[in-house]
């Protein structure tokens, strides 16, 4: 009798089973589908929005600085007071071959510094700068009263990813009669991290008083750089002043950054810059 019932029962769990093969994912599609299709549905995603954002290193980033800088002309106080005219009237710059210079017209994305942020991190900066022994101690504090600034973007225009946020920071043109020994002229400041590329500034030092190769030593320190390579053109005609040395940092690629520190004599102005 068992035997009997063994017999007629394996049949039909072996059709049981191939019937669930065969509709039974079907079925099980179709149960799911009911649960989601028509409906809306919701689910938390961190930093939704941001979207991925590619990470460069300080090498990296001041070369890609440097190239969309490169065709520009820079303020450099009274030295040339033309080119201070010019500088404030442009908000597009696009530069010879694929980089871009360009004024970003919709702010920081909460991601970097903000506009009323920028001044304290500034002069968070310029303490970092004078306790390295960059600059001197007298130069002053900025303030929103005396200071313009505008949010930029350096961007590869080949490879967007490849792009830098900075913000320019100018001594305001209401400022021109008022007195700017020991101010600060202009600076491009790192709007991720506050570091400054870049700054005009003027101090109590005569060019006999300041170790260039020391002092740009510091700065790289202080930008998180590799050291600088040995720069193989001296052509005293390069600059607006004889008083001047420069150095090269690794880009990208075979690509290298050329970081001036130089001198205006007369109106003791120091600056430091980047070009390719």
């Known amino acids: 009798m068992k035997s009997k019932i063994y017999y007629l029962a394996v049949p039909l769990l072996v059709a049981l089973a191939m019937c669930i093969s065969i509709w039974g994912p079907e079925a099980l599609a179709k149960y799911k589908d009911q649960g989601i299709l028509d409906r809306v549905h919701t689910e938390s995603v961190e930093n939704a929005g941001e979207g991925y954002r590619y990470q460069m290193n300080s090498n990296e980033k001041l070369y890609i600085l440097s ?7 820079f303020p450099e106080s009274e030295t040339s007071a033309m080119a201070h005219e010019a500088d404030a009237e442009v908000e597009y710059q696009e530069l010879e071959g694929s980089y871009a210079f360009v004024v970003n ?27 390295k022994g960059i600059l001197p101690e007298q130069v002053r504090e900025v303030d929103a009263s005396s200071y313009d600034v505008t949010l930029y973007s350096a ?16 001594l305001s043109n209401s400022q021109k009669n008022a007195d700017k020994a020991n101010r600060l002229m202009d600076a491009y400041i790192d709007a991720d991290d506050g570091k ?5 500034v003027r101090t109590p030092l005569l060019w006999e008083d300041i170790d260039a190769d020391a002092l740009v030593a510091d700065w790289a320190d202080y930008m998180g750089l590799e050291e600088p390579l040995p ?7 390069l600059e607006t002043t004889p008083y ?7 880009g990208m690629g075979n690509g290298q950054t050329v970081v001036t ?3 205006y004599e007369g109106i003791n102005e120091l600056f430091l810059k980047v070009s390719r």
Do not use: H
């Open 231 to 237: 720069y193989e053109l001296d052509n005293p005609l």
């Open 196 to 200: 400054i590329y870049e700054f005009y």
């Open 67 to 73: 190239c969309c800088l490169s065709s520009q002309t």
């Open 261 to 263: 520190l130089g001198f």
């Open 105 to 131: 017209r919709r702010g920081p994305s909460g991601r970097e510094i903000t506009d009323e942020q920028i001044y304290a991190t500034c002069n968070e900066g310029l303490e970092l700068l004078k306790g």
């Open 155 to 170: 961007i590869d225009v080949l490879e967007p990813r490849n792009n830098v946020a900075v913000w320019k920071m100018s």
């Open 244 to 250: 001047f040395r420069k150095y090269v940092f690794r």
